[in-house]
């Protein structure tokens, strides 16, 4: 079965710093990898998604993760956070399912971002 | 706006009570999903139907009921059965075929008082 680890639950960073949150996941073929992020009190969105070709994805507000097949990660980065990414960040990968594809997700890293 | 809605945002049940959790969405979306989001647990899959008058088991479906009479609703019932019902429930949408990304609604938080 198809399975998803984050290595970080919770991460506290001062404005300005740079982020990297861990993702690995576990499964034999062809994969598509998502980020999402809830914000306080919003819903679920997605931050960023690698479906094929170039392993490097850029997302929304400056988010961006590299897919490295070689050791099964998608690994979130941010070069310098701001207050407002203050969320929970998911990391998902959709398994197979006689056909279709449901989204399976890791237990979700919670950032603080003190100002 | 195309989205998905839940109902109620917040509910209370009292011990032994069923409640049932309304999801509608408007995606045209063939797939529909509920999960429960407890904290450092990340969301763990309780249902999904993939089309109408269909639907599986995920990995803690025990306690949970659901139905897909229509393609728009995907309600969840919470049973007196489930030992600790007090979370949050998260409903979200896909296409069927396709392999991309889903769409969620806004939550429900239940509490069982």
């Known amino acids: 079965a198809q399975s998803v680890s984050q290595h970080n639950h919770h991460v506290i960073l001062s404005e300005a710093a740079s982020l990297e949150l861990g993702c690995n996941y576990s499964?034999?073929?062809?994969?598509?990898l998502f980020w999402y992020v809830q914000y306080p009190g919003q819903h679920l969105q997605l931050l960023l998604k690698y479906f094929s070709g170039d392993p490097l994805v850029k997302g929304i507000k400056g988010f961006e993760a590299e897919f490295i097949k070689s050791k099964f990660s998608f690994n979130l980065r941010k070069p310098s956070v701001q207050w407002s990414d203050t969320a929970e960040y998911f990391c998902?990968?959709?398994?197979?399912?006689?056909?279709?594809?449901?989204?399976?997700f890791g237990r979700g890293t919670s950032l603080i971002v003190h100002p | 706006d195309g989205g998905i809605t839940q109902s109620p945002k917040y509910l209370f049940r009292k011990e032994g009570q069923n409640v049932t959790l309304s999801c509608e969405q408007n995606l045209n979306h063939d797939a529909m999903y509920w999960y429960r989001q407890d904290p450092g647990q990340g969301l763990r899959l309780i249902y999904y139907?993939?089309?109408?008058?269909?639907?599986q088991k995920g990995d803690i479906a025990e306690g949970y009921s659901v139905s897909r009479e229509k393609k728009e609703s995907f309600p969840l019932t919470v049973t007196s059965a489930q030992k600790n019902p007090t979370a949050f429930y998260l409903c979200?949408?896909?296409?069927?075929?396709?392999?991309?990304?889903?769409?969620f609604g806004q939550g429900t938080r239940l509490t069982v008082v």
């Open positions: 998902a990968v959709n398994a197979r399912a006689g056909g279709s594809y449901i989204p399976t």
């Open positions: 499964y034999g073929g062809t994969v598509n």
């Open positions: 139907s993939q089309i109408v008058n269909d639907f």
């Open positions: 979200a949408s896909s296409p069927r075929w396709m392999n991309t990304e889903a769409f």
